[in-house]
């Protein structure tokens, strides 16, 4: 089975609402995956520092890297992680959420 590494808002623990990495995630892991995850910190610099360490510790053990992206603030823990994915040639698979994302891709002129 595959290795996954997943990237997202896995903030139920601080009681806020369950998000796709906490359901999904749970689903592949009935189906026999194994997951790592990140991350669970509240505090933006500290998630985004907490993503990109797990990343890079778990680079060689995973197959695949999972990524949630949404269109608010959280698109550039999404951005920085992908980024950092593809320099370490890693293969990744972005979850889109939100319905502004090409919005947010017009205001930081990605094209």
Not at 16 to 34: A, M, R
Request: proline share 2%.
């Amino acid at each position: 089975m595959k290795n996954l590494l997943y990237i997202g808002n896995k903030l139920s623990k601080h009681g806020l609402n369950k998000t796709t990495i906490d359901t999904l995630g749970v689903s592949l892991e009935k189906e026999g995956y194994t997951l790592y995850y990140t991350s669970n910190k509240k505090r933006f610099f500290f998630r985004i520092f907490d993503m990109i360490v797990t990343l890079l510790k778990v680079s060689r053990k995973i197959d695949y890297i999972l990524i949630d992206v949404y269109s608010t603030k959280a698109f550039w823990y999404a951005f920085i992680c992908s980024q950092l994915a593809r320099f370490l040639k890693l293969k990744y698979i972005p979850i889109l959420h939100g319905g502004n994302l090409p919005v947010r891709l017009h205001k930081t002129n990605f094209k």
